[in-house]
């Protein structure tokens, strides 16, 4: 087995709800993500994937215990450290219209810029690699508000892999998406944990989580963690969600 980029441990995520108080959603999360692994995490709405994600990213401070990232707490990183290891993608980012696909995968490589904010020939080839690995080299040029969700969700994936970080976090990149890009993006993010990335999607498709997810992280009341092939053998996704395991096509 390889060694985990990510542990935590004892781990509480939740968020402020005015005041002192703050909303636990999950706590004692003692979790392992491998190295080049593709990690699925399912569970009901509103038990906190999202925000668990976003803990794992440095985005949300834990509510207690700690997140180690490549042998390192997470939280004692500079931001710009942190975005050295950890990139995230999310479905409401902000307006990127008038940009075009290069420009705005463009952005991940910013923090590897000169001082005037241009990129040298190497980070223009970074930016040219991560077009060509999720298939839209030839929408570098066109803006995003002429490209459709499945396009627009493939430049937020480009953009985090000029990033060039070895983990990316996803929260629900195949939302509103057709089946077939679905499997696409699911297809795209398997290769790259083939090619060494570690990967961490949450994600409501189990169906496709089972078919090309490392692992799982199936998040209830805790979490129970496994290879996919064991979680579908097993009965959690039935207690959990009521989940036929001879099932076809299912969200939940």
């Known amino acids: 087995m390889n060694e985990p980029i990510l542990l935590t441990s004892d781990l509480s995520v939740g968020y402020k709800v005015g005041g002192n108080a703050v909303r ?3 706590s004692n999360l003692n979790l392992q993500l491998r190295r080049g692994s593709f990690t699925a995490l399912v569970g009901p709405n509103g038990v906190g994937k999202s925000t668990l994600l976003r803990t794992l990213c440095g985005l949300l401070k834990p509510l207690a215990g700690t997140v180690s990232l490549a042998g390192t707490d997470l939280f004692s990183l500079s931001i710009e450290k942190r975005a050295e290891y950890v990139s995230i993608v999310v479905t409401n980012n902000v307006d990127t ?3 075009t ?3 705005v995968v463009s952005i991940g490589r910013y923090a590897y810029s000169n001082w005037v904010g241009t990129l040298d020939e190497r980070n223009e ?3 040219e ?3 060509s690995m999720v298939k839209i080299s030839h ?3 066109r803006r ?3 490209m459709s969700d499945g396009e627009r969700q493939r430049v937020w994936i480009a953009r985090a892999l000029a990033q060039d970080t070895p983990l990316i976090l996803l929260d629900e990149p195949t939302s509103f998406l057709d089946y077939r890009n679905r499997i696409e993006i699911f297809a795209i993010l398997k290769q790259l944990s083939q090619s060494g990335k570690s990967i961490l999607i949450s994600t409501h498709e189990i169906d496709l989580a089972l078919r090309y997810a490392d692992q799982m992280w199936v998040m209830s009341d805790g979490i129970v963690q496994g290879d996919a092939e064991a979680i579908g053998a097993s009965d959690v996704l039935t207690e959990v969600f009521g989940y036929p395991k001879d099932a076809g096509q299912v969200q939940v």
Do not use: G, K, P
């Open 125 to 127: 080839e970074i930016v």
């Open 97 to 99: 219209s008038r940009l």
């Open 139 to 141: 929408l570098a040029d």
């Open 144 to 146: 995003l508000s002429e």
């Open 129 to 131: 690699n991560a077009l």
């Open 101 to 103: 696909v290069r420009e």
């Open 24 to 26: 636990t959603l999950q």
